[in-house]
């Protein structure tokens, strides 16, 4: 990767690390803190939240028809997920371990963690807990997907491709035959 590549990458990672500051700043203005991976509300934030509650009865009584109607398809993915969830796991303890890939730590991608919101009612709960799963699930994939890549083949597409994942700006250029042959084994190294 030329020089030029490399100070983009290093001003993205120092953008990310200013964006993680103001996120916490952001954070501290709603009153609630992470401690040890685990949310804490101030009790008036709390307070607040709950009277933005909607009963649950009223909610499962009334709901808008297109979301009765939508419904049965959104939650028609989840059999899928759980069957992509358990191939993928399964893949990702057999292959990992034997070449010598990292594992990819599950906890950082699936996170449950709107519950603490006080202004969910059970359905909607229940509802963000599906997405977060299905969003979470699919990251932990694409994870797992690209560190296959990155030990398989490192290699950029020709063409732009949207929604690439982090490992992605360290592969070779694309065409670049003996920059490949040489430095396959140092990117299968895996040094984040």
């Known amino acids: 990767m030329n020089e ?7 001003r993205i ?4 690390h200013e964006l993680e500051t103001e996120l916490d700043n952001a954070r501290a203005n709603i009153r609630y803190r992470l401690v040890d991976r685990k949310v804490q509300f101030e009790r008036e934030a709390l307070m607040m939240q709950r009277r933005f509650k909607v009963n649950l009865f009223r909610y499962a009584l009334f709901p808008r028809p297109r979301h009765v109607l939508t419904a049965p398809f959104v939650y028609a993915l989840l059999p899928a997920l759980l069957l992509l969830d358990l191939l993928a796991s399964l893949y990702h303890a057999v292959c ?3 070449l010598e890939i ?4 599950r906890s950082e991608y699936l996170i449950f963690d709107r519950h ?17 799963y299905g969003n979470g699930l699919l ?7 690209a560190r296959t890549e990155q030990y398989w083949c490192p290699i950029k597409h020709a063409h732009r491709m ?6 992605y700006q360290q592969y070779l250029d ?11 084994e140092k990117i299968r190294k895996f040094k984040d």
């Open 13 to 16: 990672k120092a953008l990310e």
């Open 4 to 10: 030029k590549i490399n100070d983009i990458v290093a």
């Open 162 to 167: 949207l929604g690439t994942h982090k490992r």
């Open 102 to 105: 990292p594992k990819v730590k």
């Open 174 to 184: 694309y065409g670049d035959a003996e920059g490949f042959r040489r430095n396959l």
């Open 96 to 98: 990992f371990p034997l």
């Open 116 to 132: 603490h919101l006080a202004y969910l009612n059970l359905l909607e709960m229940v509802n963000c807990a599906y997405c977060s």
């Open 139 to 145: 990251a932990y994939l694409t994870e797992i997907v």
